[in-house]
């Protein structure tokens, strides 16, 4: 899932405050398993800024209100007629939602609560890990399920470097060698061979490389 | 009481919003010490009076929150405005 944080308040007021209607948009799938940028999440903070708006005399409304998702057009359905309404939105999405309702609401300004951080799991509740960069040309076939790309600090692909030392990364001691995660589960798997094995070059092609990147189904 | 809740992690969990809460109240610049947390059981009517009376002058003492003042602000400019009107 993608994972971001909220902005910190300040940030968020001085981007607001000029406007005198503001809509507080939540999204509640990937940043609302973060805990920041739900439909609650969005309510809180909303709340939050009608506070610092009273106490410094900022004449400005604030709603709040939200939808399962900001990135797909069908489930701004139940939100026409509050976002019709709306001077400015604070979206509480990841950067993806940012810019799908900038591009849908053409002359509303829509402006980022979050920062988005990074594509990763939840190892336990409030604790959240990288493990992708969506690279476009998956490797986890053959590291035994570990990515080099997002784990390895260096993104190596013939690990680990001279910088391992008890299974830690020489970047950080709290950072796991994910080389060494590799070649463990290799082993744990028995396949501990596979890791003499020479993989092609990397396709870096896929990547950011060219720019942004799309793609589409025919039949839709 | 702590660990004791019919919820069964109800409170633990309410201690750690109230937490956030105190943070959250913080942040916009309302003393987090308007908020508090006490667990206590049914049985302890007495106690929880005490706690009120305490928590009432803990408030008293500490006098309108910064809010109050700037909605009380607000009300002032608006009466002067309709009276100059």
Not at chain 1, 21 to 41: M, R
Not at chain 1, 101 to 107: N, S
Not at chain 1, 129 to 155: F, I, N, S, W
Request: charged share 25%; proline share 4%.
């Amino acid at each position: 899932m993608i994972v971001g944080e909220q902005k910190p308040f300040d940030e968020v007021w001085e981007m607001v405050k000029s406007h005198k209607q503001l809509t507080v948009f939540g999204c509640n799938t990937c940043v609302a398993v973060c805990h920041q940028g739900g439909n609650k999440e969005a309510e809180i903070l909303a709340s939050l800024l009608k506070m610092r708006a009273t106490q410094e005399g900022v004449d400005i409304e604030i709603v709040d209100g939200g939808i399962e998702r900001q990135c797909e057009h069908p489930f701004f359905d139940s939100a026409k007629e509050l976002l019709k309404d709306s001077e400015a939105v604070l979206s509480l999405a990841c950067g993806i939602g940012v810019q799908f309702m900038a591009q849908k609401y053409k002359e509303t300004p829509i402006y980022p609560a979050l920062n988005t951080t990074f594509l990763g799991d939840v190892q336990e509740d409030g604790y959240f890990t990288e493990k992708c960069q969506a690279c476009g040309d998956c490797v986890l076939g053959v590291t035994g399920g570990v990515c080099p790309v997002t784990r390895c600090c260096k993104r190596l692909f013939n690990g680990p470097c001279g910088g391992s030392s008890d299974g830690k990364c020489e970047i950080s001691k709290d950072i796991d060698c994910a080389w060494q995660l590799v070649i463990d589960r290799l082993k744990a798997m028995g396949k501990l061979d596979d890791y003499e094995k020479l993989t092609p070059i990397k396709d870096w092609s896929k990547d950011r490389a060219g720019g942004p990147r799309s793609f589409k189904l025919e039949g839709f | 009481m702590e660990g004791q809740c019919h919820f069964l992690e109800g409170n633990t969990n309410a201690v750690k919003r109230i937490k956030k809460v105190k943070e959250l109240l913080n942040m916009v610049g309302v003393d987090p010490e308007r908020l508090e947390f006490f667990h206590l059981s049914a049985a302890q009517g007495p106690r929880w009076a005490e706690i009120c009376t305490e928590f009432t002058e803990k408030i008293n003492a500490l006098g309108p929150s910064p809010i109050w003042f700037a909605l009380q602000k607000k009300l002032e400019s608006t009466e002067n405005n309709k009276q100059a009107a």
